[in-house]
Antibody, heavy 120, light 110 residues
Framework: EVQLVESGGGLVQPGGSLRLSCAAS????????IHWVRQAPGEGLVWVSHINGDGSSTNYADFVKGRFTISRDNAKNTVTLQMNSLRAEDTAVYYC?????????????WGQGTLVTVSS | QSALTQPASVSGSPGQSITISCTGT?????????VSWYQHHPGKAPKLMIYDVSNRPSGVSNRFSGSKSGNTASLTISGLQAEDEADYYCSSYRSSSFYVFGTGTKVTVL
């Protein structure tokens, strides 16, 4: 059974940092892109970032470029989203999702999400 | 990075059919057959319902179908059921920014 479990969310002050993790199981981890998608309160889903199977290719939405870094540890089947210089508008539930072998493939499994709140 | 355009809400009675539209541009919906649809019950993990415009993943009811014409994709739910009440999002590959979601549609079963 495919499972994705996010962790690391919490309350952080503006300008602070937070590190989210996504633990994956039930599939051959190294074969797939992993994505982060967020949903701000009362808003829709927004794509944030993704990373390919061996970690050699990463991409970011413009609004997080230069502040967020995605990485993966294939020995531990985990993907990490390092979030720096956080702003109030980064407040959201962050989901990790499994993609396919290509970056245009759909997101076929999602985690339950972890809440990030940026507030003083 | 503008979102794809969806109606804010669509409603229908049990047993009826409803259609949700998703309008983009030639750089996303119109340019690629990589449109997906997701069902999201608040507080739960989103679920893939349709991929590559019209394909259903294993286990998804055949009451859900997808199509595309030009820059607009559509999701049709036939034989509407109470459990279909949820938020629905389209998404598409976009050459300039990789992945874009729609604005979301709240489906209400009357």
């Amino acid at each position: 059974e495919v499972q994705l479990v996010e962790s690391g969310g919490g309350l952080v002050q503006p300008g602070g940092s937070l590190r989210l993790s996504c633990a994956a199981s039930g599939f051959t981890f190294t074969n797939y892109w992993i994505h982060w998608v967020r949903q701000a309160p009362g808003e829709g889903l927004v794509w944030v970032s993704h990373i390919n199977g061996d970690g050699s290719s990463t991409n970011y939405a413009d609004f997080v470029k230069g502040r967020f870094t995605i990485s993966r540890d294939n020995a531990k089947n985990t993907v990490t989203l390092q979030m720096n210089s956080l702003r109030a508008e980064d407040t959201a539930v962050y989901y990790c999702a499994k993609g396919g072998s290509y970056n245009w493939n759909p997101l076929d499994y999602w985690g339950q999400g972890t809440l990030v709140t940026v507030s003083s | 990075q503008s979102a794809l355009t969806q109606p804010a809400s669509v409603s229908g009675s049990p047993g009826q059919s409803i259609t949700i539209s998703c309008t983009g541009t030639s750089s996303d919906v119109g340019g690629y057959n990589y449109v997906s649809w997701y069902q999201h019950h608040p507080g739960k993990a989103p679920k893939l319902m349709i991929y590559d415009v019209s394909n259903r993943p294993s286990g998804v009811s055949n009451r859900f179908s997808g199509s595309k014409s030009g820059n607009t994709a559509s999701l049709t739910i036939s034989g509407l059921q109470a459990e279909d009440e949820a938020d629905y999002y389209c998404s598409s590959y976009r050459s300039s920014s990789f992945y874009v979601f729609g604005t979301g549609t709240k489906v209400t079963v009357l």
